[in-house]
């Protein structure tokens, strides 16, 4: 059994107790009462994830004598919508949620986004814990406070700041995972190590077989604790996304352009901040920002990641006209995340739309020969 990790995470408010750890799941009432919570429990969840994980949960809090409501909302990103929101607080309303209730949300990021808006307007807020299940939810989705529901016409357009109570890691559930969906979240590790740490960088490519096992264990707590350690402190500076908070987006301008034009059941999110993180690292090197000795250790450990996608029929030029709409163009140039070494990263503007044709060929050349 690993040890458990425990930090306390800052914000404009106030501050919670982020747990990683195995067999949390089962001793959640424990962790609750410190955040007094007493009220009625509606735990927010999915077909697949209640019946993995569903059961355990409850009896833990049954066994407290926490009275519990659970609301299923449909698997898929395509569920994560304000008409679900909807149906999730009337259910709740009906099944006598009160004020000084608790929601806990079980399950990926679509679940924490979704769970995370409900509890900030349901009674203009109640208290929130999350127990993300992904490994994507863990090191992102769940920590740093950002809700939200997608709009017809793009992601996550309707949203809160809301800050959990108590984050609760069950590295155990990991273990159900599918394997594309433990690189997806691999990826934003990854992507914390390239733009704030290159040691932990390091520890997450020479430990990467072990950590894309998920195998419960001393390393894979300590890459999902410095993930989030380095994604709190980003957060504590800049909650609102005013400024610092943005180079997370590293890999994500390119890997939105990806997500749009592929389809979003054709590849996971952090599938496509691999590449969108590639594309981003050549440019940093085109520049002249990020020097040939760290780009091709970059290049080098991006390369070695084993996607399980074929990029035969990815459309350079339609990726280049996708990222024309993005937010963030302006004259077909683009402010975009580039790193001056590997561990710092900045916003960059004036980038000519252009370059992504160029950056999306080479990527292309890269994993024709990796798959
Ligand atoms: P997801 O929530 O759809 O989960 C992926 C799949 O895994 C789903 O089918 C889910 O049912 C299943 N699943 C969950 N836990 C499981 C387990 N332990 N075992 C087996 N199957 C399990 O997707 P995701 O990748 O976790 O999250 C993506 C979402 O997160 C997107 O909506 C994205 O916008 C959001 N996100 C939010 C933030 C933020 O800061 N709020 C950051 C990153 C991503
Ligand atoms: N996932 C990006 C952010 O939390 O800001």
Request: aromatic letters at 6%.
């Amino acid at each position: 059994m690993s040890d458990i990790s425990r930090q306390k995470i800052k914000h404009q408010t106030g501050q919670y107790e982020l747990l990683v750890g195995q067999g949390l799941l089962a001793d959640i009432a424990k962790y609750l009462d410190s955040i007094g919570a007493t009220g009625p429990i509606g735990i927010i969840t999915n077909n697949t994830v209640n019946e993995l994980y569903g059961a355990t949960l409850r009896d833990s809090l049954k066994a407290a004598g926490l009275v519990t409501r659970t609301i299923l909302i449909p698997d898929g990103e395509a569920y994560k919508t304000l008409a679900s929101a909807e149906q999730v607080i009337s259910a709740l309303i009906a099944q006598g949620m009160e004020r000084s209730g608790t929601i806990i949300t079980l399950g990926g990021g679509v679940t924490t986004d979704l769970g995370g808006f409900v509890a900030s307007i349901l009674f203009r807020g109640v208290k929130l814990v999350h127990i993300p299940t992904t490994l994507l939810a863990m090191v992102d989705a769940a920590v740093g406070g950002k809700t939200g529901v997608n709009h017809s016409s793009g992601k996550n357009l309707i949203g809160s700041f809301y800050q959990p109570d108590l984050v609760l890691m069950d590295i155990d559930t990991l273990s159900s995972l599918d394997l594309r969906d433990r690189i997806s979240g691999y990826a934003e590790m990854f992507k914390m190590g390239a733009i704030r740490d290159k040691e932990y960088l390091q520890f997450l490519f020479s430990n990467m077989d072990e950590l894309l096992n998920s195998k419960p264990g001393d390393k894979l707590v300590k890459g999902i604790s410095r993930s989030c350690a380095l994604k709190a402190q980003i957060v504590e500076a800049d909650e609102k996304e005013a400024d610092l908070r943005r180079i997370l987006n590293f890999g994500h301008t390119l890997g939105h352009a990806l997500e749009t034009t592929l389809g979003y059941g054709e590849i996971r999110h952090g599938e496509a901040v691999i590449l969108g993180m590639y594309g981003a690292g050549w440019l940093s090197n085109q520049v002249g920002q990020l020097s040939n000795e760290e780009w091709e250790k970059l290049a080098d450990m991006l390369g070695k990641i084993p996607l399980q996608l074929s990029l035969e029929t990815v459309d350079p030029v339609a990726i280049e006209q996708a990222t024309r709409l993005d937010k963030k163009v302006a004259n077909s140039q683009l402010h975009f995340v580039l790193l001056k070494k590997i561990g710092e990263a900045h916003i960059q503007a004036g980038i000519p739309v252009l370059m992504i044709k160029l950056a999306v060929e080479t990527l292309k050349n890269v994993w024709k020969d990796n798959t």
